[in-house]
């Protein structure tokens, strides 16, 4: 299954009137347990390539706070106003998460264990904790931390990826989290000088909600 089969299936949904609702009373289009080769940036829609850039920029430099994303003066996105407490304090930074010294330099382990062991199975990013039952809501915030985990593996001299994750819009996610998870690929093989693979997109929750309704017909 690739991203044109998930594609047809939204517009199957949406045509058949098969719909969820979410807490604000919202319809939704869901499929569970999703998964297939990311092998396009976008389901629905076009990536926005300035913003794209911007959240990259700010995931590198580390910075928990959302108003850190645009260098100017613009306000963040709603999205993630919405997940922020009133100083714009948030937990899904992913750079923060997979680069610093408190949550262990994970990037750099995935780096070295699959430069000892190329056959390894434990090369893992965990982006998600037990904590966040409690993290996600400390201090007025709401983020409930989107991605669980992802895995590299070295296979057929190609570096490849399996992306697991708890929650993803089809729309803005996961056009935004595919930049995050490709420009990673990109950059753990360059470190170890192979080829790029395949991105697998394992999804708990993946959905399209009523307002995007009009980009899936």
């Known amino acids: 299954m690739n991203v044109k089969d998930i594609r047809n299936h939204f517009i199957n949904e949406l045509k058949n009137e098969r719909f969820t609702t979410d807490k604000t009373g919202q319809k939704t289009i869901e499929m569970i ?5 990311a092998d396009e940036e976008s389901i629905f829609g076009k990536p926005n390539k300035e913003y794209i850039d911007a959240e990259i920029d700010w995931y590198l430099s580390g910075s928990t706070n959302i108003n850190d994303i645009y260098p100017d003066d613009r306000d963040p996105p709603k999205a993630w106003q919405m997940a922020a407490n009133k100083y714009g304090e948030v937990n899904s ?8 010294d408190k949550w262990f330099r994970q990037y750099d382990n995935v780096v070295n264990e699959l430069t000892l062991n190329k056959d390894s199975r434990r090369a893992c ?8 039952w409690v993290d996600a809501f400390s201090n007025d915030k709401n983020d409930f931390i989107c991605t669980n985990a992802v895995t590299y593996y070295i296979r057929d001299d190609k570096l490849h990826a ?12 996961y056009k935004n989290d595919y930049a ?12 170890l000088e192979i080829d790029q693979g395949t991105i697998t997109w394992q999804v708990q929750n993946l959905h399209v909600y009523e307002r995007h309704f009009d980009l899936v017909e």
């Open 33 to 37: 347990g999703a998964s297939f080769i």
């Open 93 to 100: 930074n992913y750079g923060y998460l997979v680069f610093d």
């Open 125 to 132: 990013m965990v982006y998600n904790r037990p904590s966040i």
């Open 162 to 173: 399996v992306v697991q994750m708890r929650s993803n819009d089809v729309v803005y996610g």
């Open 180 to 191: 995050w998870q490709s420009y990673m690929v990109h950059s753990i093989s360059n470190g």
